[in-house]
């Protein structure tokens, strides 16, 4: 077996060491080419010791000597965006795992569709922001094709394997609820970042954290769901699902529900994702034991509570630009609570103005794209 080539765009987060573990977990799968990240050169440095990668990049410019100080002798490091795109473009990359917070994923994620990559997306920025544009990419690139890395997709993904487009009535995506999911709308006002960071199931970063208490990861999931399927907002629905456990599900048009299961660990769909159409059963990933399980339930999400699933389905409907404001307003939002400036709930305030503040565009371009995240920026940071 030939080992596939695996280039890693943000290895130093929380999905990016995840990936490290199920690599390492799987020799002789996979080769790393490149391993990309910004900040955190400790950690970059670490894994391409165990990787050895061909080049290890920094997008930060200023962390070059750094990484290259931290880095083993013989390893090669560079910096900034063009080593990214060589990576992502290369002969020898199969694969390019996106693991960037933010924008940063859009123009890599772009070039390796057109270059015939398999992308394994877990950036939902990229789907929220440009996702007109990327389905255009795909239909234009052959070869290119994405393979969904959010637990949620990545269900919903193995879920429809075998059944045509006609026969799928609806598509579910599960939500733990997230921290605050018992609380009064007073309470939740009121909450502290302390508060927000304290996920009840998964282990994610702060940005994404925090997202899941304020629904807003579920509304980006829904956008995302709504170009990586092809699916109109209307046949998308959202649950709330405590155990996390069950991951999503298809309603199929008799009535029939199929729905994907595991332990809540990122690494299920981030190895389904490296290794479809096939399985691994060495991953030594974490085995459910139903003798354990106590209940499964379900409820309504309140969206009273919780605003952020109505701004999704409204940004959907209008379309454009509208999504990349949608995301910008809250990735403002969010720094500003995490810098302690506003209260949990003005993050909903600052989304909300700046939507109704903004002029959508089409998703021309990524200029267009990028101007539309500009413009909103502007606007929520002078917000409060």
Not at 55 to 63: D, G, H, I, N, Q
Not at 126 to 139: C, F, Q, S, T
Not at 313 to 337: Q, S
Request: glycine residues 8%; hydrophobic residues 45%; negative net charge.
């Amino acid at each position: 077996m030939n080992p596939k080539g695996v280039v890693i765009l943000g290895a130093t987060g929380s999905i990016g060491k995840s990936a490290a573990r199920v690599l390492e977990a799987l020799p002789g799968h996979f080769r790393v080419i490149g391993l990309v990240a910004r900040n955190n050169t400790g950690e970059l440095a670490r894994q391409a010791a165990l990787f050895r990668p061909r080049l290890t990049v920094t997008t930060a410019p200023e962390r070059l000597d750094e990484l290259k100080s931290a880095l083993p002798s013989g390893l090669a490091a560079a910096a900034g965006d063009a080593p990214v795109l060589d990576l992502v473009t290369a002969p020898e990359t199969d694969t390019v795992l996106c693991a960037i917070v933010g924008t940063g994923g859009l123009e890599p994620v772009i070039a390796a569709l057109r270059a015939g990559k398999r992308v394994a997306l877990a950036s939902k920025e990229v789907m929220v922001m440009a996702g007109e544009l990327i389905r255009r990419e795909l239909a234009a690139s052959p070869g290119g094709e994405i393979v969904p890395v959010d637990s949620e997709h990545s269900a919903i993904f193995q879920c429809l394997a075998g059944h045509p487009a006609r026969e799928v009535k609806n598509l579910w995506l599960t939500a733990s609820g997230g921290p605050f999911r018992e609380w009064s709308a007073e309470r939740i006002a009121a909450a502290t970042l302390r508060d927000a960071l304290a996920h009840p199931t998964w282990d994610m970063g702060p940005k994404v954290t925090i997202d899941s208490a304020s629904l807003m990861n579920k509304a980006l999931e829904l956008i995302e769901a709504r170009h990586l399927f092809n699916v109109p907002p209307e046949r998308l629905k959202v649950v709330i699902h405590p155990q996390s456990l069950v991951h999503s599900m298809v309603e199929l048009c008799d009535g029939s529900f199929i729905a994907q299961m595991s332990k809540p660990d990122m690494r299920f769909a981030i190895q389904y994702a490296l290794t479809w159409p096939e399985r691994a059963a060495e991953g030594g990933l974490p085995e459910l034991d139903f003798a354990r399980l106590v209940s499964l339930d379900f409820r309504e999400p309140d969206r009273s509570r919780f605003p952020s699933l109505d701004f999704a389905y409204h940004a959907m409907h209008i379309g454009g630009t509208m999504t990349a404001a949608m995301n910008a307003a809250n990735e403002v939002a969010v720094d500003k609570f995490r810098r302690g400036e506003i209260g949990f709930a003005a993050i909903w305030t600052i989304i909300e103005k700046t939507m109704s503040a903004h002029h959508t565009e089409p998703q021309s371009d990524l200029a267009a794209i990028r101007d539309a995240d500009r413009r909103a920026r502007e606007f929520a940071s002078q917000l409060y």
